[in-house]
């Protein structure tokens, strides 16, 4: 089954190992502001929290999972804190997956880095990213937890 999932992860410093990853086959993603293109994201900042939310809210629209991938500094983002709750309230299969091991743009690896609070507290399961096999799996574990 072909699956929808929204992305949540920390923009500035993760697009590098997102990308790597977020050819899935039978997943489609989207994130706020796309994976590709800073400046839909650099716009909407300049524009306040409410065009940011909005994004956040339209790219929601037709998912079923959420998947949050955690870097050094994704934890006490507050648009990934919006997106994690925004996904429990539209009742989104959540799961998340460690991303620091992947390499930047540079080559280099990351520090392990928190859980965001929306997931520790809520108990969604949390996985090293492996492989795109393994996460698909993970994420249709999710979305049938949800019962999505």
Avoid: C
């Avoid at 997956?97 to 990351?110: M, R, S, V, Y």
């Avoid at 996460?135 to 999505?148: D, H, P, T, V």
């Amino acid at each position: 089954m072909a699956r929808t999932v929204f992305f949540s992860f920390h923009y500035q410093r993760d697009i590098w190992r997102v990308n790597q990853i977020r050819s899935i086959p039978n997943i489609t993603g989207t994130a706020a502001a796309g994976f590709k293109d800073a400046s839909l994201w650099e716009e909407a900042k300049k524009k306040g929290d409410d065009v940011i939310k909005k994004m956040i809210d339209k790219a929601l629209e037709g998912t079923s999972v959420t998947v949050v991938l955690i870097g050094a500094k994704t934890a006490g983002r507050k648009y990934v804190d919006y997106e994690i709750q925004k996904s429990i309230e539209r009742g989104n299969g959540i799961v998340g997956f460690q991303i620091n091991h992947l390499k930047n743009h540079a080559g280099e690896t990351d520090d392990v880095g928190e859980y965001p609070k929306g997931i520790e507290k809520n108990g969604f399961k949390i996985y090293k990213y492996v492989d795109a096999e393994k996460m698909a799996k993970r994420i249709e574990e999710a979305a049938k937890l949800a019962e999505k």
